[in-house]
Every structure is written in C-alpha cells, then in structure tokens.
C-alpha cells in the first residue's frame, strides 16, 4: 500500500504540478519537421483523453471481474473449489475467498501499472523536452527579430517564442507519446491475461481474435496521433515499447502469468527438491546375513 500511494503521488506531481522543470530545447528557422498545422486541442482529436483513459481504465477492469467470476463458477461447479489458494487467517479454516483474493490481485497490479506507465512517459517528456511536429504554429517566433536568415541558425531559449506559454508547453513534451503508452498497456496486459486464463474449449480461435483486437486498437490509437500532426514516429514507437515492457514485466515477473498462489508453492517445493543433495545412507549389516555368509564358508 505504501508503495502504491507513493507511486500515486509521483503521478500526481508530474501530472498537475510544476515541481519538475520541462527541458527547453532549440530549434532550427523554419524547421520543416515542427511546421505542421496546429490541430487543435486535445479534446477534438478523434480519440480524446476522456475516451482513452474511460477505456483504458474500464475495460480491463469489467474484462478481468468477469473472467474471475466465469473461472470461479466453473471450478465451483467441478467441485474443485477446496483446492484453490487460501489465505490463512485464524486456524485452517478461515481464508479469503479466492475470487476476491484474485481479482483485487490482478486490478491492483494492473492499476500500478497504469500509475506506472502515466510516470514513466512524464519522466521522459520532461527530461527530452521533444517538440511536437505543431510546435512552430504554437511557438509563433518572430523570425526578423530572431535574425533567421538561413534555415541552419539553431534558436534556443524560451523567449523565441510568442504564443501561448501554456500551449507551448504542452507542445514540449510529446516524447515519448503518453497516450500510445496507455493505450498499448492496457491492451497487452488484457491480451496476456486472456491467453493465460480462458483455458476453456471453443475458445482456440475467439481468444487470437480477441486479443489482436485490442492490439489493434492500441495501434491505431497511435497511428492517429501522427495522422493528426500530434506526435513524431519517434514518440509513438518509444510510448509502444514502455507501455509493452511495462505490461510483460508485471506479468511474468510479479503475477506470474495470473497464475494461483497454489501452484507457485508447487513450483517453488519442487525447485527446492530438485536443489536438496543427495545423502549417502550407511549400509548396516544384517545379523542373518552374516550368519549366511559363515556357514556358507563351513559348507565350502
């Protein structure tokens, strides 16, 4: 808990605070990778914020209470429900219901790495201070002021710029692009758990199709970001590479691919066995045995 409040809080920070100063970074006159028209606020875009943090934010949350519960029926009516893993809390007879135990298990590790990820990509942003490929039309800088007679003269410095300060910041910290980032975690951790949980038949082909559907999504959500003059390629590729790495490393390394407490004990005591040195017993002469072997040396 301490560590999730803490995650929280950093996100916090980056997110609606000034405490981390936003690299300033130059740019060439008349640079033609930051003089794409402006398109806009955030909210025109065709995939708004709202849409992508309600969807990213719900949707796994429905997928995994319902995948949980489909999976807890259908051991419950296998009659294999004194097999799951039991949290011990008084004696042997009292334990969280695995359902439960389950389901806040996975969301709240999917929501750590929502915080996670938001954190990651804030950290980014303000230590690049990449320009977005609008930043020109924002910036609005007075080039005969500035002297800008060749299109290599490097500008550097926040007052070249005469347009809106709030915009103009904005317009500093695209790398890499937060919403391919989000859009892209959400969807491998749903498509990870999907293909780790559904074990039931009929579902060899729906789970392939399903999962590539939220890749998809993913995909397009960054490809509109370049469409409209958002974002660079850069950004959207470098938010899709922290945003799966994020993903895969909460689930193999702490989930262990969704799997049950029970059968990381199972692995664990069998590791533990294959470790354990072989001991050599002593060998103890048995008295028959010897009796045996004298008169066997009589008889000779």
């Not at 500035?146 to 347009?163: D, H, M, N, P, R």
């Not at 082909?205 to 399903?210: M, R």
């Not at 590729?237 to 895969?248: C, D, E, P, T, W």
Request: glycine share 6%; proline share 5%; aromatic share 12%.
């Amino acid at each position: 808990m301490v560590i999730m409040a803490g995650t929280v809080m950093l996100a916090y920070y980056f997110e609606y605070t000034d405490t981390f100063t936003v690299n300033v970074q130059g740019f060439f006159c008349h640079d033609s990778a930051y003089r794409k028209p402006y398109p806009g606020p955030e909210d025109s875009s065709a995939v708004p914020p709202v849409l992508l943090y309600s969807l990213a934010a719900g949707v796994p949350v429905l997928v995994i209470i319902v995948g949980e519960t489909a999976v807890f029926c259908l051991q419950l009516a296998t009659r294999d429900f004194e097999n799951q893993e039991k949290t011990i809390l008084t004696g042997d007879c009292c334990y969280i219901n695995p359902l439960v135990r389950r389901t806040v298990r996975f969301l709240g590790i999917y929501t750590f790495g929502l915080f996670a990820t938001d954190i990651f990509v804030n950290a980014g942003q303000v230590v690049t201070g990449n320009l977005a490929p609008h930043f020109l039309a924002l910036c609005k800088p007075n080039y005969t002021a500035l002297g800008c007679q060749q299109y290599t003269q490097f500008i550097s410095g926040e007052e070249a710029c005469t347009g809106n300060p709030d915009l103009i910041m904005r317009a500093r910290k695209t790398f890499p692009s937060k919403e391919a980032a989000l859009s892209v975690y959400a969807a491998m951790y749903l498509t990870m758990y999907i293909t780790n949980t559904i074990k039931a038949k009929g579902t060899r082909l729906a789970k392939p199709v399903l999962c590539l559907g939220l890749m998809c999504l993913a995909f397009l959500t960054g490809l509109n970001r370049v469409a409209e003059y958002r974002n660079h390629w850069s950004d959207v590729i470098a938010g899709f590479l922290v945003g799966i790495s994020i993903a895969v490393f909460l689930v193999v390394c702490v989930v262990n691919n969704f799997k049950g407490r029970q059968a990381e004990n199972e692995h664990i005591h069998m590791d533990n066995l294959a470790q354990m040195p072989m001991i050599s017993i002593p060998r103890v002469e048995s008295p028959l045995e010897k009796n045996h072997i004298t008169a066997f040396a009589e008889v000779t």
